[in-house]
């Protein structure tokens, strides 16, 4: 080898042996204490950095996890209670109870239900087309279809359905993050209780209209009679704004209001046909 | 009522121009000076111009359609007046080849690479044309005597143009002797302005440059302040030098009036895309590029520095719209 | 040289083709709808009850607080009901619907044409009078007129300008007030003049109505105080900060008010409205409304009773036709569509539009090219393309920094945009968000 290759290799060695101490002990001297369980805590959540926690991706929920003393208001959607156990077993605390969710879309309003009566031409996104009117048809609580829900959507869980212009959950996918929710602007979905098997009973509907233009506007609409509230033998439905709403945690899927709706605004999904006489189930996609 | 209204926000209506439109105005004003380049260099120059448009729109619609993946617009006009201009800097000697890869770096990499249209920070004509002149420099400096349609297209006679022969022979002979010296053959001023001397298509005819630039002007597709903070910032500095120094710098007229600064002022700083969004911004943007210019031309290696100061200022554009807004209507009131 | 406001704004075509259009009088409709909130500010409270007989002129809906105003019956008859019903916001209102019988007046209404140029008065007792009689900004805007006149204290004012530009191409309404009652505008002037403490008015109107310019310049010397100024025609030159700055050269600030720079703005509408409730004790329960478009066989300047649905106007002025695809409440820079023709003629309704296939459907988007027409075209100042940018990546600081709230939203920016960018949508989404952003700063 000749001189001048030898000397380039020794004095470019020596170069990058007094960067590294350098550098190491300028790591030393900088460093910032930090809990090392928020690194074991890290590595244990699912690094989705969706929010869905509400807080600003998984290294800063690690740290409100490790922070506090309990797991009050702290719960990972995506990771579910898989993660929380872990991440308890990590802080050496009790595992708390989460029970999953799910997002249901509160609206079938399809075009056939719901008579289209002026054509929105401008963004194809839903906040803007609210603020401008009440949209295409005759409800002004109903959904727009342009889509922000489906944008806003990190999981792949939501399509649009071109048929009915509504959007789609796909349960299996949906790991309720609520971005959705917070992404729709007439806050027509809802975070639910997940039932066993994907089932679901709800009211699909938001209008808060009297039953009369409310039926106008949609054939499926809620008119606000309360016939399901009297069925109910679980205090889980109530009407308020001339709506009826079933609440999740209490619902027991007896299946007693869903035929006495009179307009089928309550959707029965993913149950086993009933025994009785064929009831003609309300136009409504499947996921 | 059994129709439909149609339900949109203000404003219901919408003004006359389109970027199609303000695009195919460019490619109008550019046609006189494309007219005085094949009178002047005959079918070389079309068949240059020809090569360099197509390619660049045969480019652009490729490039967007399978890598893009998206809905190719050509028809807006934009890969049309980028060829043009590329063309515009080329000798009309270029073998085809090179011209196409030229097209091929000016929109692929000058434009497409950073999401088409309205994303490039750098105009595309002139990083195709800088490109080819990093890479290919002798072709690119041997520039074909004119003459009409006897002009040879592929090589023989070559001639140097006004700039490379200042810049050889500045501070070496008095630039007086420069521009009488029969044997160098300096145009004067009557040729710069109607044409008849070497360079690139683009560079050779100012008048023709002048009316495109009036025709812009008057149907509103840019405004004077570019060009004019160019030209101005040229006259006033190489006035300066000239001045200070007659016998080794060539007058602000002359310098005006060669190389590629008035195609550079006139259309290249005025790419919409590239160029400061605020008047206050282009008068600062003009300035820098003829201040680089004059510096380059005079003291730097290459004679011609147009296209280099463009590409500088280009790179000052965002940081110009950043800090030179424009200025607001009623002042701001604490606590408002 | 006639003056103009130095910076920004854009010539949309002016299509008045309804300027010859002597003012009609729409027959009174079967059924009016009048929702209670009519205007900037609270919305009234209705004070009447299903069933009750009222007669026009009647108080129907009382003002609640300072910022509202009251609402009067337009017509005689019943009150059907009082319900949510959907009006040209593209929402439901509180409105009061009343089935028409005969058309019986109050007792202290004067419904006599003549004109009555005495002022008995004062100042303060006139501010009152618009109060009581619902007066509001007949512009568009619809701001209570008596807060306006209410100068907050340490405020003074010099002069008062009245709008008679008319910019919004297709209106005419106020063209055709200034002609045929000239005197009854200058003598509303003098009142509203009286009620600031002003000696000086100025009239601006825009040059493409000579003959209104013509017509008050005659007639104007008869009245102490009172000039008229013809404006170039540039659009938005009826936007009162660019009014301002055209007649008297002053810019009212960034988040101000004109009382900032010394001058109160109205209408020509308003100043009209101002003379019929002092002099003629009639409160604001009728305007002229511009029924125009190109597929319209006639168009007209209609005298309507506020609450007419909108489909009465249309059919008086020759009907739908089936190439007509949008419909416009106010003008066509900045006025709203609506979707049905059911929706009611309110104080602030200047005129209805209607426009053909051709031109109602947006143009293609395409890609933000930077050519900076935008800047030109916005009157405040601002950089639109970026705010646009600003808005879709929810940067509402940042948007905030770059004035974002000065906007009024005339839609310069989007008329002019070559790529047809949706520039407008965008900042408006902003503008909420940003508002609420400022609201919950303020609260803290």
Redesign the interface.
């Known amino acids: 080898m000749s001189s001048v290759v030898l000397i380039t290799i020794i004095s470019l060695t020596l170069l990058g042996l007094v960067a590294a101490l350098i550098l190491y002990f300028v790591a030393q001297k900088f460093k910032v204490y930090e809990d090392p369980r928020i690194d074991e805590v890290e590595e244990a959540l699912p690094a989705a950095n969706c929010g869905g926690c509400g807080f600003a991706g998984c290294r800063n929920f690690a740290e409100a996890l490790v922070r506090s003393e309990t797991f009050e208001g702290l719960n990972c959607p995506v990771g579910g209670s898989e993660t929380m156990v872990k991440v308890a077993e990590i802080l050496g605390r009790e595992a708390p109870e989460i029970e999953p969710r799910v997002a249901v879309v509160r609206c079938n309003g399809t075009p056939d239900n719901r008579k289209r009566t002026s054509f929105y031409d401008g963004v194809m996104n839903c906040t803007i087309a609210h603020n401008l009117y009440g949209g295409e048809t005759d409800c002004p609580y109903g959904c727009l279809g342009l889509g922000e829900c489906v944008e806003a959507c990190d999981f792949d869980a939501m399509y649009m359905d071109k048929k009915t212009g509504l959007p789609v959950i796909i349960d299996d996918n949906c790991v309720a993050c609520g971005a959705c929710v917070k992404a729709c602007p007439r806050d027509i979905i809802e975070l639910r209780k997940k039932a066993r098997k994907d089932r679901k009973i709800y009211v699909s509907c938001v209008n808060k209209d009297k039953g009369g233009p409310a039926k106008k506007a949609c054939d499926v609409a809620c008119i606000g009679c309360g016939k399901c509230e009297q069925v109910c033998n679980f205090d889980a439905i109530t009407i308020e704004n001339n709506l009826a709403f079933i609440d999740s945690d209490k619902c027991k899927f007896c299946r007693k209001c869903e035929p006495v709706c009179p307009t089928g605004a309550i959707l029965e999904l993913n149950f086993p046909p009933r025994k009785t006489e064929q009831k003609k189930e309300p136009e409504k996609a499947e996921a | 009522m059994n129709k439909l209204l149609t339900v949109s926000l203000s404003p219901h209506e919408h003004g006359k121009e389109s970027t199609k439109k303000l695009m195919y105005g460019v490619v109008i004003s550019l046609a006189p000076a494309l007219l005085a380049t094949v009178w002047f260099f005959g079918w070389s120059a079309l068949i240059v111009t020809s090569v360099s448009v197509v390619s660049c729109m045969v480019f652009e619609y490729l490039i967007t359609k399978f890598i893009l993946k998206r809905e190719p617009s050509v028809d807006d006009g934009s890969a049309i007046v980028t060829g043009l201009l590329l063309a515009f800097c080329l000798p009309t000697n270029l073998p085809i080849g090179i011209i196409i890869l030229g097209s091929l770096v000016a929109i692929g990499v000058g434009k497409m690479t950073f999401g088409g249209l309205g994303n490039n920070p750098f105009n595309p004509a002139l990083v195709g044309r800088v490109f080819l002149f990093l890479s290919f420099p002798v072709q690119m400096t041997t520039w074909p005597v004119p003459n009409g349609f006897k002009t040879s297209f592929t090589d023989a006679i070559t001639g140097a143009t006004p700039l490379s022969i200042l810049n050889e022979n500045y501070d070496k002979i008095p630039v007086d002797s420069i521009m009488t010296d029969p044997e160098l053959g300096m145009p004067g001023y009557q040729q710069l302005f109607w044409g008849d001397m070497g360079g690139s298509l683009g560079e050779i005819a100012a008048f023709a440059l002048i009316i495109g630039l009036i025709y812009m002007l008057i149907r509103k597709i840019i405004t004077w302040h570019i060009p004019v903070s160019i030209l101005g910032t040229v006259a006033v500095f190489t006035g300066i030098l000239w001045l200070a120094n007659p016998g080794s710098n060539a007058d602000p007229l002359y310098h005006l009036m060669t190389g590629g600064l008035l195609l550079g002022a006139i259309y290249m700083a005025t790419d919409y895309v590239t160029s400061p969004m605020s008047r206050k911004g282009m008068i600062v943007y003009g300035v820098g590029i003829g201040l680089i210019t004059v510096l380059i031309r005079r003291f730097g290696a290459y004679p011609e520095g147009v296209q280099f100061a463009i590409l500088i200022m280009n790179a000052f554009t965002p940081l110009i719209n950043t800090y030179m807004k424009p200025s607001r209507f009623g002042e701001e009131v604490k606590n408002g | 040289m006639l003056k103009t406001f130095p910076?920004g704004g854009?010539h949309?075509?002016e299509n008045k083709i309804s300027a010859e259009a002597a003012i009609d009088i729409l027959p009174v409709p079967e059924q009016v709808i009048i929702p209670v909130g009519q205007h900037l500010g609270a919305p009234a409270e209705p004070v009447v009850e299903r069933g009750e007989t009222v007669k026009a002129g009647q108080v129907i809906a009382s003002s609640k607080g300072f910022v509202s105003a009251n609402i009067h019956s337009s017509v005689s008859g019943k009150v059907l009901k009082i319900d949510?019903i959907?009006d040209s916001?593209?929402?439901?209102q509180t409105s009061i619907v009343i089935n028409v019988d005969g058309d019986e007046w109050i007792e202290s209404v004067d419904r006599g044409t003549d004109l009555k140029k005495e002022i008995k008065l004062t100042g303060e007792e006139i501010i009152k009078k618009c109060a009581e009689s619902g007066i509001v900004g007949m512009g568009g805007a619809t701001f209570p007129s008596h807060v306006k006149l209410s100068l907050p204290p340490g405020k003074t004012c010099d002069v008062l300008i009245i709008n008679g530009v008319e910019c919004e191409?297709y209106l005419t309404s106020d063209h055709r007030l200034m002609l045929e009652k000239p005197e009854e505008l200058l003598t509303g002037t003098t009142l509203l003049m009286k009620a600031l403490g002003v000696n000086r008015a100025m009239i601006g109107i825009e040059n493409n109505k000579p003959d209104a310019i013509a017509k008050l310049q005659s007639l104007a010397g008869d009245y102490e105080g009172i000039s008229v100024h013809g404006l170039k025609v540039k659009y938005p030159q009826g936007a009162e900060?660019q009014l301002i700055?055209a007649l008297i050269n002053r810019?009212?600030?960034?988040?101000?008010l004109p009382i900032?720079v010394g001058t109160v703005v109205h209408n020509v509408g308003t100043a009209y409205a101002v003379y019929e409730a002092i002099q003629k004790n009639k409160p604001l329960v009728e305007r002229v409304v511009t029924v125009s478009g190109k597929e319209l066989d006639k168009p007209v300047n209609l005298l309507t009773r506020i609450g007419t649905p909108v489909s009465k106007l249309i059919e008086y002025a020759g009907g739908?036709s089936?190439n007509t695809?949008?419909?416009?409440n106010?003008g066509?820079?900045?006025?709203?569509?609506?979707?049905?023709?059911d929706v009611p003629v309110t104080k602030g309704t200047s005129g209805i539009?209607l426009?053909k296939k051709d031109?109602?459907?947006?143009?293609k988007t395409?890609?933000?090219?930077?050519?900076?027409?935008c800047?030109s075209a916005?009157?405040?100042?601002?950089?639109p393309?970026l705010l646009m940018t600003l808005a879709e990546k929810e940067l509402y600081e940042k948007a905030e920094k770059?004035?974002i709230m000065?906007c009024m939203?005339c839609?310069s920016c989007?008329?002019?945009c070559?790529?047809?960018r949706?520039l407008?949508?965008?900042i408006?989404?902003a503008k909420?968000n940003v508002g609420r952003m400022i609201k919950e700063r303020k609260q803290k």
Request: charged share 30%.
């Open positions: 910076k854009v949309p075509p949510r959907l916001s593209g929402y439901k191409p900060k700055k810019e009212v600030p960034s988040g101000g900032d739908l089936d695809a949008k419909v416009v106010g066509p820079m900045m006025g709203k569509a609506i979707g049905s023709l539009i426009i031109e109602a459907r947006r143009k395409g890609p933000c090219i930077r050519c900076s027409k800047i916005c009157p405040m100042g601002l950089e393309y770059n004035r000065d939203e839609g989007s008329f002019i070559p790529a047809n949706p407008l949508d965008y408006r989404l909420n």
